[in-house]
């Protein structure tokens, strides 16, 4: 079973400009998480989508940031424009659906994002 | 009064050594509890989870639970170098997301 993929892997980008992080959970997990962890931060979450809708998204910054998910499948975080404060790595999980509060949460590999 | 709490360490303990890790929440209605290590550079691995107070153990790894005093720790044992790392416990929020509630992470290093 394949594990959860983001692209990119780093991105380095100038404040101002927009960037479009991508993530692919677990075939057949409807549960997609959004987290970030900033320098010297705890993890904290962004949002939750179950399949295509947004459960949750308490955790966004401000109106910069814009979440989808197309068809319940990928997900992508779009940030526009940039801030330097927006510079963090960005965690995509996924998580079965059913007793979620059990549902174990399988990390991607993260985006680096640098906004100089 | 943070949600989830952990030393942040560095906690360094001899190769082969019982390596304690402990983390305590606050909300009291929390049923769920995972540990995940990080190594540098990289996303945090799920190694263990626990719901029901008592231990419980797979491996190397044990996890202990105490609802009473909301507390939950990992005990890793005959640690290896190759277990330094950091090691977080994160609590899912009882909330209609579940959303994760991490500590700061407990960073290990195991001495050959």
């Known amino acids: 079973e394949a594990g959860v993929t983001q692209f990119p892997s780093h991105s380095v980008i100038e404040k101002g400009q927009t960037v479009t992080l991508r993530c692919d959970p677990i075939s057949g997990h409807d549960n997609l998480y959004w987290y970030r962890r900033v320098m010297g931060k705890e993890i904290k979450f962004l949002l939750h989508?179950?399949?295509?809708?947004?459960?949750?998204e308490s955790g966004m910054p401000n109106n910069r940031f814009l979440a989808e998910r197309t068809g319940g499948t990928y997900s992508t975080l779009k940030v526009q424009p940039a801030e330097l404060e927006d510079s963090g790595v960005y965690f995509c999980?996924?998580?079965?659906?059913?007793?979620?509060?059990?549902?174990?949460?399988?990390f991607g590999p993260g985006t680096r994002l640098t906004v100089l | 009064q943070k949600e989830v709490e952990q030393n942040s360490g560095p906690l360094s303990v001899p190769e082969g050594a019982i390596a304690s890790l402990n983390c305590t929440y606050s909300d009291r209605g929390s049923q769920s509890f995972f540990w995940y290590r990080q190594y540098s550079g990289k996303s945090p691995e799920l190694i263990m989870s626990?719901?029901?107070?008592g231990d419980k153990e797979d491996g190397r790894f044990t996890a202990q639970l105490n609802k009473a005093s909301q507390y939950v720790s990992l005990l890793i044992r005959d640690s290896q170098p190759s277990d330094s790392a950091t090691y977080l416990c994160a609590v899912p929020r009882m909330d209609s997301s579940y959303k994760l509630i991490f500590g700061s992470g407990t960073r290990l290093l195991v001495r050959p």
């Open positions: 999980a996924s998580s079965r659906s059913g007793r979620a509060f059990k549902n174990e949460q399988f």
């Open positions: 989508f179950v399949k295509e809708s947004k459960q949750d």
């Open positions: 626990i719901y029901s107070n």
